[in-house]
């Protein structure tokens, strides 16, 4: 397939691993970026979908066509720079916000990641959610060469990206009676400002030491780019941990991790699920069906493990949380945190500082 709608001589090109090229404008920065090409279907947040960490090492196609309305401004970042690799969209458009401080493409080139417009990014997503996710490379070089290096390329499932994204060492915030530990394996701020904002102090650790949060009153793993099937040996430490019978939370990444920490099995999805409107069935606490934030390519299968299925994800039967009846853990697939939302599933944070606070003894 080769589907030219660019019109401009600023060219910009994505090619897929299985040949297919999309010709488009390049916009952002004149270079080449590979990455597992991914699509979202939220109709806002692109900011805080491209500073997301756990975008590390993906492309972003954007399927609302009008990316850009609202320019970008700090409020909106989920950390200190874009990390997705490069973006895919239809038409990236000027701002009109009184907060904007740049445009979308302005702020893509001085963050120095490339992206391509005027992408049929129908035709696209149709192929995605036949073949599943692919690997894809997007910039100015000819089609060729685009193929050639992502040929070259390792795979996004081989590659560990935790550790681009992780704090260095631990870094302390707020004040509080109580301390959440949380491994940082690419933390959203959106998930640090709902602990801060409950009164307790957090403890940011490196994703490879989450010992040294193992004295806090509660440990949180937290979401974070790749394929979590490579990080065995956090889930080993999360499993001593567990030994202990201390409050356990985790959300995307994090929750997979610790799955995997009681035995559980990790599996890729075709094309995952990736929006801000996806359905999520509460089958235990409340019974509600709410509506969240998704942004994952694997799930777990805790088939034959101490956890329970809490919330499922009703198109497609995926476990979205998981919880202990004997001890106090929690997890979540979806996002409670989302910014900028929805924020139906904010009483998750509550709910997991009740069982530290009963924990404690207070
Ligand atoms: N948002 C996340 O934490 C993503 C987790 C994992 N990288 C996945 O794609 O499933």
Redesign the pocket.
């Known amino acids: 397939m080769h589907v030219d709608v660019s019109g401009a001589n600023n060219r910009g090109y994505l090619v897929l691993e299985d040949g297919t090229v999309f010709v488009g404008r390049l916009i952002g920065a004149e270079k080449t970026a590979i990455g597992e090409v991914v699509f979202t279907t939220a109709v806002v947040g692109y900011p805080q979908i491209l500073t997301?960490p756990?975008?590390k090492g993906q492309i972003i196609v954007f399927t609302k066509p009008l990316v850009g309305n609202y320019g970008v401004s700090e409020d909106q970042m989920e950390s200190d720079r874009i990390k997705a690799e490069g973006v895919v969209l239809f038409e990236a458009t000027k701002p009109s916000h009184y907060k904007s401080v740049m445009s979308l493409e302005e702020w893509l080139a001085a963050s120095g990641i490339p992206g391509v417009a005027r992408v049929d990014t129908r035709a696209l997503v149709l192929k995605l959610r036949e073949h599943g996710v692919m690997m894809g490379a997007v910039g100015p070089e000819e089609p060729g060469a685009l193929l050639e290096a992502l040929r070259k390329s390792p795979r996004y499932e081989e590659l560990s990206?935790v550790d681009l994204v992780s704090v260095q060492g631990p870094v302390e915030l707020g004040e509080g009676r109580l301390c959440v530990g949380i491994v940082d394996?690419?933390v959203k701020k959106s998930i640090v400002k709902e602990f801060l904002k409950r009164g307790v102090r957090v403890r940011l650790v490196p994703c490879r030491r989450p010992e040294a949060a193992f004295d806090c009153d509660g440990l949180f793993l937290?979401?974070?780019?790749?394929?979590?099937q490579l990080l065995d040996s956090l889930a080993s430490k999360v499993a001593q941990y567990a030994e202990y019978k201390k409050p356990l939370m985790g959300?995307?990444?994090?929750?997979?991790v610790i799955a995997m920490a009681f035995g559980a099995r990790i599996y890729k999805?075709k094309f995952?699920h990736r929006a801000s409107n996806k359905p999520v069935r509460d089958l235990r606490f409340t019974g509600k069906t709410y509506i969240t934030t998704h942004?994952?390519?694997?799930?777990v299968d805790p088939e034959g493990t101490e956890l329970k299925v809490w919330a499922v994800q009703p198109d497609d039967g995926t476990v979205e949380g998981l919880y202990h009846e004997r001890q106090p853990v929690l997890t979540t697939?979806f996002?409670p945190e989302a910014s900028p939302g929805p924020h139906d599933t904010l009483w998750i944070f509550d709910k997991f500082l009740g069982l530290i606070e009963r924990h404690a003894g207070y």
């Open positions: 997301d756990s975008y990206y394996c690419g937290s979401n974070g780019p790749g394929n979590p959300i995307c990444l994090g929750h997979q999805l995952g942004n994952h390519g694997y799930a697939q996002h």
